[in-house]
Nanobody, 123 residues
Framework: VQLQASGGGLVQAGGSLRLSCAAS????????MGWFRQAPGKERESVAG????????YYADSVKGRFTISRDNAKNTVYLQMNSLKPEDTAVYYC?????????????????WGQGTQVTVSS
């Protein structure tokens, strides 16, 4: 599967953005999808994920209550709605896919990655 992330940009603190990740292929619904981010000088960290099949979701503690991950299998797309953005959310955001991923996975477990989209939150 190939992934194309979009929707990043510059926003003021407190604002919102919605990231999209479009996937190629016919088996999108079989993939657990994740959003990760990497700020300069920091390791890539998991932000949110949505499990294939039942659509169970998980979030990093730092974004719970502010970010929402969802997917539209008919459109082969996963979304990350980001509200109440903070300057510390500034990073390059990546989407990733893991075939039949059973739960929360580290970045190393994901098989496919999008190119990343920059999110910058100004104070």
């Amino acid at each position: 599967v190939q992934l194309q992330a979009s929707g990043g940009g510059l926003v003021q603190a407190g604002g919102s953005l919605r990231l999209s990740c479009a996937a190629s292929g016919r088996t999108f619904s079989s993939y657990t999808m994740g959003w990760f981010r990497q700020a300069p000088g920091k390791e890539r960290e998991s932000v949110a994920g949505i499990i294939w099949g039942g659509g169970r979701t998980y979030y990093a503690d730092s974004v719970k209550g502010r970010f929402t991950i969802s997917r539209d299998n008919a459109k082969n797309t996963v979304y990350l709605q980001m509200n109440s953005l903070k300057p510390e959310d500034t990073a390059v955001y990546y989407c990733a896919a893991k075939l039949y991923g059973a739960g929360r996975h580290a970045a190393s477990a994901f098989d496919h990655w999008g190119q990343g989209t920059q999110v910058t939150v100004s104070s």
